[in-house]
Every structure is written in C-alpha cells, then in structure tokens.
C-alpha cells in the first residue's frame, strides 16, 4: 500500500526553527518528484515546495524562498522541510505529496496523486 | 500564475448539475488537476490534464477547457460530493498553484 506520513509538526516561536519529514512506502520513492502543500485552518491549499526525484529542481512558494528548505534521501524514502524563521503566517496543516505523472497527448502531464495525513505547525509565542 | 475558482460556495441539491470554473492568469495549455476535499481529509486527485479522469473517479465528473478557462462539471450530484474542490496547475512547474476553492453545500 502506498503511504506517506508526515511527522515532526508541533508548536514553534516566531524566529525559530522547525523540521518535517515524511516516510514513504509503496513505491519506487526515487522516481518521483516530491511536494509539501499546506492548508490554514477552514482556508484553502497552498503550494509550498517541491523537489524532483534526484533533487535537481527545487521549487518553492514566493510566502517561503528563502526561509524554507526542502531535501530528500532516496536511500530513505524520506521527504524534509527545514523551516527557519517561522512567523504566525507558517501556521497551518502541512502535507508530503508525491507527484505522478502520465504521458498523453506527446507530453507527460503532472498531478499530486497520493497524499499524508497531514501535520501541524503552530507558530506562536 | 494566478488561478480564480468561481463560485466560491455553491448550495446544490441531490440530483443537481453543477459546474465550477476555473480560470487562468495566462495561457496554461491544459496542464490542470481537479481535486476532491472533504473536511477532516487530505484532497483526493479527481483530473488531470484538464479531462483525463483519474482511474476509479465516477463518470458523472468531467472536466474541460484549456488556454486560461476551465470547468469542472458534476452532471448528478450525489450526498457523497458535497465536499470543497480545488484546480491546480501544472504549467510553471516546478512554481505550482491552487486555486482558492469551491465549497459545494447542499
């Protein structure tokens, strides 16, 4: 069964630090491209980075580039999110998402097919 | 880029037919996901490639469109679809957006 599981979440100060990561199991971890998504407490989803498979393209959301790190360890299976600088606004449910990909149409399309449970950040002092 | 869902709530009955829009800040070809939410749940992956229905996703969604205006459509809808759905694109990978959400009510 495919599953990823987020851990690592808890409260956080303002300024502080905070790592997550997400095991997974399943699947070939090393071919596929990993995501964090996180949601606001009754608000919507927010994108915040990603990393391909051999972590040679990172993305991150403009709210995180440069506070954020993502990393991963194939030999692991394992997904991190280094948080530095944490403000109010980080606080939120963040999810591990592993991205699938089909080709169709002479090209390969992308979407985010399995998804963690999910783990809380709280950022306050 | 920019992605703007319309409505943001919709009140629908049992049986309805329901259509959400979801439109583009620029041209993003059809690289576009649908994705189910219900509360207390992580989102479930509906569509992608703007109408490539994700295996086991029911036949009464469907979705359509490409360039900068989508639609997802729920030809009848059943209890177990009121829940808040959301497009995603694809194009400025590896920069990805949601869109804000549709919160389908009865």
């Known amino acids: 069964e495919v599953e990823l599981v987020e851990s690592g979440g808890g409260l956080g100060q303002p300024g502080m630090s905070l790592r997550l990561s997400c095991a997974a199991s399943?699947?070939?971890?090393?071919?596929?491209?990993m995501h964090w998504v996180r949601q606001t407490p009754g608000k919507g989803l927010e994108w915040v980075s990603g990393?391909?498979?051999?972590?040679?393209?990172?993305g991150y959301a403009d709210s995180v580039k440069g506070r954020f790190t993502i990393s991963r360890d194939n030999a692991k299976s394992s997904l991190y999110l280094h948080m530095n600088s944490l403000r109010p606004e980080d606080t939120a449910l963040y999810y591990c998402?592993?991205?699938?990909?089909?080709?169709?149409?002479?090209?390969?399309?992308?979407?985010?097919?399995?998804w963690g449970k999910g783990i809380t950040v709280t950022v306050s002092s | 880029i920019q992605l703007t869902q319309s409505p943001s709530f919709l009140s629908a009955s049992v049986g309805d037919r329901v259509t959400i829009t979801c439109r583009a800040s620029?041209?993003?070809?059809?690289?576009l996901a649908w994705y189910q939410q219900k509360p207390g749940k992580a989102p479930d992956l509906l569509i992608y490639a703007a109408s490539t229905m994700q295996d086991g996703v029911p036949s009464r969604f469907s979705g359509s469109g490409a360039g900068t205006q989508f639609t997802l459509t729920i030809s009848s809808l059943q209890p177990e679809d009121f829940a808040t759905y959301y497009c995603q694109q694809f194009d400025s990978y590896p920069a990805l957006t949601f869109g804000g959400g549709t919160k389908v009510e009865i």
């Open positions: 620029q041209d993003i070809s059809n690289y």
């Open positions: 998402v592993k991205e699938g990909r089909q080709w169709r149409y002479g090209h390969y399309y992308y979407y985010m097919d399995v």
């Open positions: 990393a391909a498979w051999n972590s040679r393209v990172l």
């Open positions: 399943g699947f070939m971890f090393d071919d596929y491209a």
